[in-house]
């Protein structure tokens, strides 16, 4: 089975830093890129970041460039999403999402985590 | 403010036909940029619906169907559902947006 799972969310103070994972298993990893997609309570869905399947290039959303680095280990089936400099408009449930289609890196989103909560308050 | 539009809201009586639309622009849907349609129950991740414009997934009923002209889109959903009720999202891309990558700003389908 396809399946993506994300950790890592808590409850960080503004200014602080935290790592977000993304597990995927079930396919083969490193032919496909993986996104960022968070949703702030209430709100709608908001691309944070992509990263292709080499991990060779990297895409962010104006919010967060220059605070946030995704990374990926094939070895490990696992993106990683490290944020610094957290804010409060950054809390939000993130999820990580696959690309429908491999050695591409924009596309359809088909299959989505079930999510993490980051939650930035002091 | 989403670069693609879609309706806050629509609503729908039970084996009823509704349409949302996905307005964009010459730089994104107008572009030539293919159109991409989720559905998110309550409390559940988003689901791809529609991908490609108008394709769907295996095991999405083809009670749900989407199109693209010009600069906009739009997702269709016949003999509507009480299940059907849930958030509804276009994403796409744009040559003008940092990283390509963007969601309308969602739609809240009622089924009354």
């Known amino acids: 089975e396809v399946q993506l799972v994300e950790s890592g969310g808590g409850l960080v103070q503004p200014g602080g830093s935290l790592r977000l994972s993304c597990a995927a298993s079930?396919?083969?990893?490193?032919?496909?890129?993986t996104n960022w997609v968070r949703q702030a309570p209430g709100k709608g869905l908001e691309w944070v970041s992509v990263?292709?399947?080499?991990?060779?290039?990297?895409y962010f959303a104006d919010s967060v460039k220059g605070r946030f680095s995704i990374s990926r280990d094939n070895s490990k089936n696992t993106v990683y999403l490290q944020m610094n400099s957290l804010r409060a408009e950054d809390t939000a449930v993130y999820y990580c999402a696959k690309l429908a289609s491999p050695l591409r890196l924009f596309d359809a989103l088909d299959i989505w985590g079930q999510g993490t909560m980051v939650t930035v308050s002091s | 403010q989403s670069v693609l539009t879609q309706p806050p809201s629509v609503s729908g009586a039970p084996g009823q036909r509704v349409t949302i639309s996905c307005t964009g622009s010459?730089?994104?849907?107008?572009?030539?940029?293919?159109v991409h349609w989720y559905q998110q129950l309550p409390g559940t991740a988003p689901k791809l619906l529609i991908y490609g414009n108008n394709n769907r997934p295996s095991g999405v009923p083809d009670r749900f169907s989407g199109s693209k002209s010009g600069t906009s889109a739009s997702l269709a959903i016949t003999g509507l559902q009480a299940e059907d009720e849930a958030d509804y999202y276009c994403q796409s891309h744009d040559s003008n947006v940092s990283g390509y990558v963007l969601f309308g700003g969602g739609t809240k389908l009622t089924v009354l």
């Open positions: 010459s730089s994104n849907i107008g572009g030539g940029y293919d």
């Open positions: 990263i292709s399947g080499s991990g060779g290039s990297t």
């Open positions: 079930g396919f083969t990893f490193s032919d496909y890129a």
